[in-house]
């Protein structure tokens, strides 16, 4: 009775942890195409141009760029 008990909670626990993280994970998830689309909804120039910058920006800050892959070696 005690191991069905804790297992209830456990679970219990575990469910309503994934319920409050899962709002945030999908609130912070926008991409670069998303965020140019929002701040160039008209201007498709400007918008691939904003896009390509911040792809940039985040592989250079994430580590993911081809000098960050030669440094590493």
Do not use: F
Not at 20 to 43: L, Q, R, S, V
Not at 45 to 68: D, E, S
């Amino acid at each position: 009775m005690i191991k069905k008990a804790l297992l209830t909670v456990a679970a219990t626990a575990i469910v309503a942890g994934l319920s409050m993280a899962a709002p945030i994970t999908a609130e912070a998830a926008m991409t670069c195409k998303d965020a140019a689309k929002a701040k160039y909804p008209d201007n498709i120039m400007q918008r691939m141009q904003y896009k390509h910058q911040c792809v940039k920006t985040w592989k250079a800050a994430n580590g993911k760029g081809l000098l960050n892959k030669l440094k590493k070696s």
